[in-house]
């Protein structure tokens, strides 16, 4: 089976098309981690991993996705791969027992994302190689990249089959993209927040009849910012991107991503879901690192309110609007800072 497109009803692969049910009667045949490619805007590429075997039926709609055994036929046939193929030969990356590695290596490649190496190598540990071989292997795909010919059009290569029109926003009516929209929502009894798309369909696959918001393309959840004093954390960013920064200055963050959630989760998890998932573990990890944090609420047009931490309830866990707002980002004091 080679890379395929899902919308809701069939899949598309290179040998034609076929109806099917999504994605149950695919599940049985595919092991392991996926590469997910959705496209939420004109040449607008977003990637992660996917455990297919476990992800929601939802989260697969409107994406082309790829297999480990898709994965090896498009890296003999798209140029756009050809600084990979040195170290995908020497490390023997096409054979069955590394298709894990594989997937991951080629995710790291693709990302825009400037992982660092040290993280790339932490993360290649968990697909079960030594530390000698994924330092060095990190260090090759960082090499990959300054090397990577971005004019080959991707987009067109993995989105060939897509009928015009068709991406990700089509499936989602329930997504807020402009703050000014908050007041509409903030009164509605009911409502609850949802900061990326797996868990969006993690939970409303399985509670058709209840209200959920998306606010995974509010552009007040997506961002990062650091200085020598602060830390602003976009409540929508992704457990890797999280990673980048916590790894040095909130190490207890970084050390409950890295015990709760496996490589594949990182790319698909917000961090709005993770503090959803943990809630006073979150806290107490933060508090170990910071002095201070607050949480920032949008209440539309320009409008925010900062509310800190420490006088939150207990049993808040960004599951509902607070105070006629949404919650957007986090402002995190760092210690040894005045």
Not at 138 to 144: M, P, R
Not at 213 to 219: A, S, V
């Amino acid at each position: 089976m080679a890379g395929f497109f899902l919308n809701e009803t069939e899949y598309n692969i290179d040998a034609g098309h076929h109806s099917i049910t999504v994605p149950e009667a695919i599940r049985d045949e595919i092991k392991g981690t996926s590469l997910l490619i959705r496209q939420f805007l004109p040449d607008n590429l977003s990637y992660s991993l996917v455990d297919l075997s476990s992800a929601p039926a939802g989260l697969l709609s409107g994406s082309m996705i790829y297999t480990p055994k898709g994965l090896v036929g498009l890296l003999k046939e798209c140029s756009f791969f050809v600084p990979l193929s040195g170290l995908v030969n020497e490390y023997s990356l096409t054979r069955p027992e590394n298709h894990e590695l594989l997937t991951a290596v080629v995710f790291f490649y693709l990302n825009l994302n400037p992982f660092p190496t040290d993280l790339m190598s932490l993360w290649l540990m968990e697909t079960g190689i030594a530390k000698d071989t994924a330092d060095r292997i990190s260090e090759a795909v960082f090499i990959c990249r300054t090397e990577k010919d971005e004019s080959t059009g991707l987009s067109d290569k993995f989105f060939k089959k897509v009928n015009p029109g068709v991406s990700t926003n089509s499936f989602y009516n329930h997504r807020l993209a402009q703050p000014d929209d908050i007041p509409a929502f903030t009164g509605a009894e009911g409502l609850a927040l949802v900061y990326d798309l797996f868990t969006f369909h993690r939970i409303a696959d399985n509670h058709k009849g209840d209200r959920y918001l998306l606010l995974d393309q509010l552009p007040e959840t997506g961002f990062i910012v650091q200085d020598h004093h602060h830390l602003v954390l976009g409540l929508s960013i992704t457990l890797l991107e999280l990673s980048v920064i916590s790894e040095s200055v909130l190490p207890e963050l970084f050390n409950l991503i890295l015990r709760k959630t496996v490589l594949w989760e990182r790319s698909l998890l917000s961090l709005g879901s993770f503090i959803q998932l943990t809630g006073a573990e979150f806290t107490e990890s933060i508090s170990k690192s910071a002095i201070t944090a607050s949480l920032v609420i949008s209440h539309g047009h320009g409008q925010y309110l900062p509310v800190p931490y420490a006088d939150i309830e207990p049993d808040y866990i960004l599951h509902k609007p607070i105070n006629d707002g949404i919650p957007v980002y986090l402002i995190i004091k760092r210690q040894g800072t005045s």
